[in-house]
């Protein structure tokens, strides 16, 4: 018992040992005989200069990020600006409900799906099965003043919701099949300007 399972050990070894060759790589992208070749202050040298690279290559990563990451910021900073600052029927809310959604490899219902559309600004929608908010599938929707498409990304397959001004006003909607994504009703409308207040100054006389 004890023979076989130092014979079982040795023959791992030789397995993992035969899988670390195998994986070797070495400095500066040199194959096994340039490396064997090097003296050891070469090979030191080599790695040393391996280490700069990997660092410099981390350091570019990171500020790559960091420049995405503020990018995104303004791009983000820009559209809430807009949405505040928009005229009214530049901004429509809408919803898909009664939807079923293909979610991993089929059709599952789907929670309903709200959101903000800004004229001619593409947007992320959304569709998660309901009950299960982590299984979801994205689609884009964009607005351009007179129809709201809801499309597959990067795929021309969209559904499509037309109305004017005024009838958004009231509320459309209109029934989807997307192919591959989603199903249901598109209901939007434009929301309520909000309230002016207008103060009034009474002036007393004595």
């Not at 030789?14 to 899988?19: A, E, N, Q």
């Not at 293909?102 to 559309?117: C, D, I, K, Q, V």
Request: with cysteine.
């Amino acid at each position: 018992m004890t023979h076989t399972f130092k014979i079982i050990t040795y023959s791992l070894s030789l397995i993992l040992l035969s899988m670390l060759t195998a994986c070797a790589s070495y400095p500066l992208g040199m194959s096994e005989d340039e490396w064997e070749s090097l003296t050891s202050e070469q090979q030191l040298q080599a790695r040393s200069r391996q280490a700069e690279l990997d660092q410099a290559e981390r350091e570019r990563r990171a500020e790559a990020a960091r420049l995405a990451a503020q990018r995104e910021q303004e791009e983000r900073a820009a559209y809430e600006e807009r949405l505040q600052n928009a005229a009214y029927g530049e901004v429509l809310q809408c919803v898909v409900r009664d939807a079923e959604g293909y979610l991993a490899g089929s059709w599952r219902p789907a929670a309903p799906a709200g959101f903000t559309l800004l004229r001619n600004h593409p947007t992320n929608v959304r569709f998660t099965e309901e009950g299960r908010p982590t299984r979801g599938i994205d689609g884009q929707a964009t607005f351009d003043g007179g129809s709201v498409s809801l499309c597959r990304p990067n795929r021309n397959e969209c559904g499509t919701l037309a109305g004017t001004q005024n009838q958004f006003r009231q509320g459309v909607q209109q029934v989807i099949d997307i192919p591959r994504l989603v199903r249901g009703t598109l209901y939007c409308d434009l929301p309520r300007p909000l309230p002016v207040h207008r103060h009034s100054t009474e002036v007393s006389t004595h």
